[in-house]
C-alpha cells in the first residue's frame, strides 16, 4: 500500500497515521467476507475537512481502502461518514461510485436534506445514516430533528447507525427504542473493559439488544476498547485479550444481528496503531466457529447492505 498523505490542512497534534504494510492475516475469511466499517479521509486537497471537525486527519483515499480489502481478502466494504467530513458526504459518494458496486455506504445528513438528495445518496449505494453521540466527535444535533431524519430515511430502506459510549446508554435509551428502522450499534456502545462483562453496565447493552430485536451491533475495534492489549503488532496472535470476553458474548448471543469492520483507517488512536492483518487474525477469538464467522462477515452484512443479492 502507499503510504498516507497530507494535503493542504495540518494535522491534529499527535495525530497516528494508518499503519502501511499491515501483514497478511493467519485467518482466512470466509468467501464474500464485508468489511462493514470503515472510512476514507478526503484526500483535503479533493474533498475538504468539514469546518465543523474535532480533529483533522492524514488522509486515506478509497485506492487505500481498496488496496486494504484486497490485501486482508475482503470482497466489500461498507464505508461510514467520518466525522471530520460533518454532513458533506462527497468523498464517500465518490469512493461508493469507484468501487463497481463492492461497497456500500452510511453517511451523515441534516434535516434540511431534500428528498432529491436522498435520492441521489440512495442510487450512489448509500443505505443509511449516523447518529453521533459522543461528545469529542460532534456537535449535539437535537433529537427531535435526529427522530425526523429517522422517519425519512425509514421510508428508503434505511437503518440508523449510532455512535455512543456505554454511560450514556440510560440517557438516551427512549429515544434509541423509539427509532422505526434497523439500529446498528457502532463498537459494542464502547464499553468499558476494566469493569466486569457480566455487571450491571455491559447487562444493560446485551438488554437493549435482548429486548430489541431491531438492534445489532458491530464488534469492532478491540484496539479502541482495549486497555491491556497486548497490541495488535509484531505478529501478536493473542491481541487485546480484554476485549475478548465482551465480543464473544455479543455474537454468541446474537449471531444473526453482529458486523465485523477494520475501522480502518482508525481515526483518533492515540496509543497506537494496529496493523490490520492482526486486527482480522482477532476475529477467530471472538467468532470462533465457522458458522458463526459466515454469518459474521457475510450474511449479515449482505442481509443488511445487499439484500438484494443475499441468500
Ligand atoms: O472513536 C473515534 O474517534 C471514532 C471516530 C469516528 C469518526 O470520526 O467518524 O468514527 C469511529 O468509528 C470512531
Known amino acids: 500500500m502507499s503510504k498516507p498523505t497530507t494535503g493542504p490542512f495540518e494535522k491534529t497534534a499527535g495525530w497516528l497515521d ?3 504494510g499491515p501483514s497478511k492475516p493467519k485467518f482466512q475469511v470466509p468467501a464474500g467476507s464485508v468489511d462493514a466499517h470503515c472510512h476514507v479521509f478526503g484526500p483535503g486537497a479533493e474533498f475538504p475537512y468539514a469546518p465543523e471537525r474535532k480533529y483533522t486527519p492524514c488522509d486515506a483515499s478509497k485506492a487505500q481502502l481498496f488496496a ?71 456537535d449535539f444535533t437535537p433529537k427531535d430533528e435526529l427522530m425526523e431524519i429517522a422517519g425519512r430515511i425509514a421510508k428508503l430502506g434505511w437503518h440508523v447507525v449510532i455512535y455512543f459510549e456505554a454511560v450514556d446508554l440510560p440517557e438516551l435509551w427512549d429515544f434509541f427504542t423509539a427509532l422505526p428502522t434497523t439500529v446498528v450499534v457502532d ?18 447493552f446485551e438488554k437493549f439488544m435482548r429486548e430489541h430485536s431491531n438492534v445489532w451491533s458491530k464488534v469492532s475495534c478491540p484496539e479502541r476498547l482495549s486497555v491491556a492489549g497486548p497490541k495488535a503488532l509484531d505478529g501478536e496472535q493473542n491481541a487485546y485479550t480484554d ?41 477467530p477469538h471472538i467468532a470462533p466457529t465457522a458458522e458463526l464467522q459466515q454469518k459474521l462477515l457475510v450474511d449479515n452484512p449482505m442481509r443488511l447492505y445487499w439484500p438484494e443479492e443475499a441468500k
Not at 113 to 120: C, F, K, R, S
Open 68 to 138: 486494504l480489502r484486497d490485501h486482508l481478502g475482503f470482497a466489500r466494504n461498507v464505508i461510514v461518514q467520518a466525522t471530520c467530513h460533518g454532513a458533506d458526504n462527497r468523498a464517500l459518494v465518490d469512493a461508493l461510485q469507484s468501487s463497481n458496486g463492492k461497497a456500500r455506504g452510511v453517511a451523515t445528513v441534516k434535516r434540511s436534506v431534500t428528498d432529491d438528495e436522498l435520492q441521489a445518496l440512495h442510487a450512489a449505494g448509500v443505505r443509511g445514516v449516523r447518529f453521533n453521540f459522543v461528545k469529542r466527535l460532534v
Open 18 to 20: 494508518w499503519y502501511t
Open 243 to 283: 476485549v475478548v470476553p465482551f465480543a464473544r458474548r455479543i455474537v454468541e448471543q446474537f449471531p444473526d444481528r453482529v458486523l465485523w469492520g477494520t475501522d480502518w483507517p482508525h481515526p483518533n488512536l492515540k496509543d497506537h496503531m494496529p496493523d490490520d492483518g492482526l486486527l482480522v487474525d482477532f476475529i
Open 187 to 204: 463498537h459494542m456502545g464502547r464499553p468499558d473493559v476494566t469493569k466486569p462483562v457480566d455487571g450491571p453496565e455491559f447487562a444493560l
